[in-house]
């Protein structure tokens, strides 16, 4: 049943592609090609669901040989546990949305067939790295994702922009594919094996067979995998791919950035967990928590809706990095879950207010492909933040905040729905899911700081927690800019409208998504479970929170999600091998220290972004000229995008014309020097040698022979009597012959 059900998850999506790619995209008269792409998906859903309740306590693995090289053997099988469950659920549930709103949001575009037919293909590759139990799987669609990206963010290739934003993304996660494919290599080499789980799986061998000495290279080899997740999640210094991936339909951005690709990154640092060392974890939770925080900060300045967006994103998946990394699995994985939703309703909600602008346009769809934001060059000026024009911007208007205000009685659906998932991104408790995520995250760091009295720990709290308030500051300046205040531009808002039910029906259950009720349920303490960190030299016991003996109820409590899980998953045992302290109930003070700064500082995100956007008591053009160095640092993205162009790419730019002048002058003369010695020296001789020695020797066989020839003819008379004479004389000659011997 387990096989039949995975099977089906992947060949829906795949059989979408596949018909797309005989008859959709060679046949543009093909009937309802959104019907059939979104019809596999709501069954890939279904199933999805069907799935999760087989999830039992001890997962399964179904393994096949793949190939044998010798003595070695590559297997290609599904795992099957409660995260592979939910990650189904979470990826099938937010591509089947994003199809639905598809059907309206990009309705008349010309390339329409081929836009459900890559859905398809990448909702396919992301399904795949889910359930594949090995490595090798994990890296097909690992790089699946990336071309299905490419393919995606460039669909309007026509526009210079998108076409450049598609192979930056394609070329920068490369970079941390090609760390991510030496790491693997480097477990291979050891363990001659690229599965994960089993007896004979990495995780298994790394447990029983590597010692203390090799803890340094176990650590090199979980950061080298780590970077392939910096690329495809965006960290830093690997981030700046994901704001230029706007330049693709809005539709697109809700899915990279939610459920699919970006997540890939998280997905898979978590299922590395069981190898990660105490120093590659802490790289983990280090690159995560400043990730987290630049991003935010790059947010607070940002006018495009999508780009703010974008870095949000960027800011949310640091926060799952740093909770992994700082050992919170469950809450790490909680939140990519709920972040899914949320930040898929936000995507989706800019695009129905994109959608609704673009009401004045002959086209009635989304035309932001004709506009060139430059944000992501650094190209723009400085504005005048309360100006309801852009001065010297290439901002698409349609997607320009400034523009906007007053949108919530035109667009009431978009704006309660939008404004449901800012709560729960911004942590408003208690009915929000975003909340009870982030709580957990600062819950479990805070609780291992204060358990191991790590000073790192602390650090990460503190990035943790300014991010958080960071993140209310910038979303609630999201919604007060756009839905707030009197309309900007009176012609556009005049135009705008509520989008259709195929657009506004998606939102409304990513909406009910956002709320706790839902995404708790899955989050039962007989599911999800972290796994044990062998190679952690860390304190015996974990913290563990309050009311978790029994292991029977929810995974999270008034103060976070509770990682004690893991000692009933080890029967009692730490990662040591020594006896857990049952009595033991770690942390509560952090929980409940977390939960509280948790919502002071989202409380007062939330107050200065209406004292700046709403109710204009402070000025943020004041603050503006006062912080101007510091303005100036977050407008221009720390400068990233200023040092790649100015120094890796301008050195790669100086390396290949080196090259190209090492080409032409050392090459191409060792080449033409060859060529001369061969055509003047060696063809002068062999020129030679043929014309008096071969054509020598042929003429004198010719000459001989015509000689010959000459006097052999002489004998040739005619008459009979001469021949039977030679004939005569012949016979008698070898008689004579014959008689001497």
């Known amino acids: 049943m387990t096989v039949s059900l995975i099977s089906l998850i ?12 005989l008859l959709g995209l060679a046949n543009r008269r093909f009937p309802r090609q959104d019907y059939l792409s979104t019809a596999a998906m709501l069954i890939a859903l279904a199933c999805s669901f069907l799935l999760l309740r087989e999830v039992v306590p001890e997962p399964e693995t179904h393994t096949v040989n793949w190939v044998s090289l010798g003595s070695v053997t590559f297997s290609m099988g599904f795992y099957l546990d409660s995260v592979t469950a939910i990650m189904l659920i979470v990826v099938t549930l937010v591509s089947s949305l994003v199809h639905i709103f598809s059907m309206g949001y990009m309705h008349g575009d010309p390339r329409y067939p081929r836009f459900f037919a890559y859905l398809s293909l990448f909702s396919f590759s992301m399904l795949f790295l889910v ?4 490595l090798l799987g994990i890296y097909i669609g690992w790089e699946l994702v990336g071309l299905c990206s490419y393919l995606l963010i460039g669909f309007w290739f026509e526009k210079d922009s998108a076409a450049n934003a598609c192979k930056k993304a394609f070329l920068t996660t490369r970079v941390g594919d090609v760390g991510m494919f030496i790491g693997m290599m480097m477990l291979f080499t050891k363990f001659k094996t690229l599965s994960l789980y089993g007896e004979g799986g990495i995780f298994a061998l790394a447990a029983s067979q590597l010692t203390t000495g090799d803890m340094v290279w176990l650590s090199i ?42 997540a890939a990154g998280v997905y898979l640092t978590a299922r590395m967990f069981p190898i990660l060392t105490e120093t590659s974890s802490l790289v983990i939770a280090y690159v995560g928590g400043i990730t987290a925080l630049v991003a935010a900060t790059i947010a607070i300045v940002r006018f495009d809706i999508k780009r703010v967006l974008a870095y949000s994103t960027i800011s949310q998946l640091g926060y799952m990095m740093l909770a992994i990394g700082a050992g919170s699995y469950v809450a790490g994985l909680f939140h990519l879950t709920t972040h899914a939703f949320f930040k898929a309703l936000l995507f989706l909600g800019s695009g129905s207010v994109i959608h609704a602008f673009h009401a004045m346009h002959a086209h009635g769809h989304d035309d932001e492909h004709e506009h060139d934001d430059s944000d992501a060059h650094g190209h723009e000026h400085n504005e005048d933040s309360d100006s309801g024009h852009v001065l010297g911007s290439e901002i698409p208007p349609d997607q320009d905040m400034r523009n906007m205000g007053g949108l919530r009685h035109k667009m009431p659906i978009t704006f309660i729905t939008m404004l449901i998932a800012t709560l729960s991104i911004s942590g408003v408790p208690f009915i929000f899911s975003g909340f009870w995520s982030k709580d957990a995250i600062l819950a479990g760091v805070l609780g291992r700081a204060m358990e191991w009295n790590s000073v790192h720990h602390y650090i990460l709290f503190i990035m943790a927690l300014s991010a958080a308030g960071i993140t209310a500051f910038y979303m609630f300046r999201l919604i007060f800019m756009t839905f707030f205040g009197e309309p900007r531009n009176q012609e556009m808002h005049d135009m705008a409208h509520e989008s259709p039910l195929s657009m506004t029906v998606p939102l409304l259950i990513l909406a009910v998504l956002s709320l706790p009720v839902v995404n708790t349920l899955w989050f039962n303490a007989a599911y999800v479970k972290p796994p044990p960190q062998p190679h952690l030299h860390a304190p015996a016991h974990a913290y563990i929170a309050p009311d978790t003996k029994g292991g029977t109820g929810l995974a999270f409590s008034l103060f976070g999600v509770s990682e004690a899980v893991a000692a009933e998953e080890n029967a009692g045992h730490d990662t040591h091998g020594t006896h857990a302290d049952d009595g033991h109930h770690g942390h509560g003070p952090a929980h409940t220290i977390a939960m509280v700064l948790s919502i002071c500082v989202a409380g007062l995100g939330i ?28 407008w221009h993205k720390y400068y990233f995008d200023e040092f790649y162009d100015g120094v890796l790419v301008a050195l790669t730019v100086w390396k290949a014309r080196l090259f190209a002048q090492f080409d ?33 020797i042929v003429n004198r066989v010719a000459q001989v022979t015509w000689a010959v020839g000459g006097r052999i003819r002489r004998i040739q008379t005619g008459a009979i009597q001469t021949y039977l004479f030679v004939v005569l004389a012949g016979i008698v000659l070898l008689i004579l012959i014959f008689r001497a011997l």
């Open 221 to 262: 080899a979980g950061v080298l995998i780590f970077c392939g997740a910096i690329g495809k999640s965006a960290q830093m210094p690997l981030h700046t791919w994901l704001p230029d991936a706007m330049e693709g339909p809005t539709p697109v951005s809700a899915l990279i950035h939610a459920a699919t690709m970006v």
């Open 664 to 696: 032409g002058t050392v090459v191409d003369g060792i080449v033409n020097g060859v060529g001369v010695v061969t055509r003047d020296i060696l063809a002068a001789f062999t020129g030679a040698f043929d014309n008096r020695v071969v054509d020598g």
């Open 10 to 21: 992947l060949l829906c999506p795949l059989a979408a592609f596949a018909v797309f790619g």
């Open 131 to 134: 359930v594949s139990d090995n």
């Open 607 to 634: 107050f200065l972004s209406w004292l700046f956007y709403h109710r204009r008591t402070l000025s943020a053009e004041s603050v503006t000229t006062t912080f101007r160095p510091i303005y100036d640092l977050f």
